[in-house]
């Protein structure tokens, strides 16, 4: 039953972040993260009611999908290498979250037009501009963004981040703040609506739900401790 106690626990503090900023009711989607839980786990949130899911390896998710019911919806959220891309556009994932490169939104495109489809994908942004970490900066999106939005067979849906680790939720929020800002500004530029706001984890969706969330990325908080090391989202 601790998954779905969990679960309740969730939805109800999206819920209340949620009436706080003044948002609609059910504006913000929770994606499970499962990444490293098996699949008896996934089932378990399965029969609460959750279908939406996230996992950070390729490999991981093609394993669990088909053990789980076909109403399932998957994000990749992490890393994806271009060599990877035919295989994770065969899978039938929803969504792509972490294109990080030109030159992969470009392998992504053009692999999607081979294929016959529309590949649907989230822009990651190294929104503290961290010198190690995944993700376009800030101004170098600006630069790109005609690129980006010429791109047939790509449907940009959005911008997602993984903030610097802060020591409280609160310090989240200047960066959720500035991934927001950043969309409207390319929002303002056109063509794309840029629906999708991916952002906040375990320990500060609520402060992202705030700071305009349409997507919370939630594994331990749901599952537990992840019990064998996983590669840390940035990696
Ligand atoms: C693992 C992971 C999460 C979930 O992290 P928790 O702290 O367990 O909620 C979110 N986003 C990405 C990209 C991840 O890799």
Known sequence: MYIQDQLREIRAAIAAAEARAGRAAGSVSLLAVSKTFPAEDVQQAYDDGQRLFGENRLQEAMEKMPALPPDCRWHLIGPLQRNKVRKALEQGLELIEAVDSLRLAETISRIAGELGCTARILLEVNIDAEPTKHGFRPEELEEIWPQLTA?????????????????????????????????????????????????????????????????????????????????????
């Open 151 to 235: 791109l047939p067979s790509l449907e940009i849906r959005g911008l997602m981040c993984i903030p610097a680790p802060a020591p409280t939720p609160e310090g989240s929020r200047p960066a959720f703040r500035a991934l927001r800002l950043l969309a409207e500004q390319l929002r303002a530029r056109g063509p794309l609506p840029l629906p999708e706001l991916s952002m906040g984890m375990s320990h500060d969706f609520p402060i992202a739900v705030e700071e305009g969330a349409t997507i919370v990325r939630v594994g331990s908080a749901i599952f537990g401790k992840r019990s064998y090391p996983a590669p840390p989202p940035s990696a």
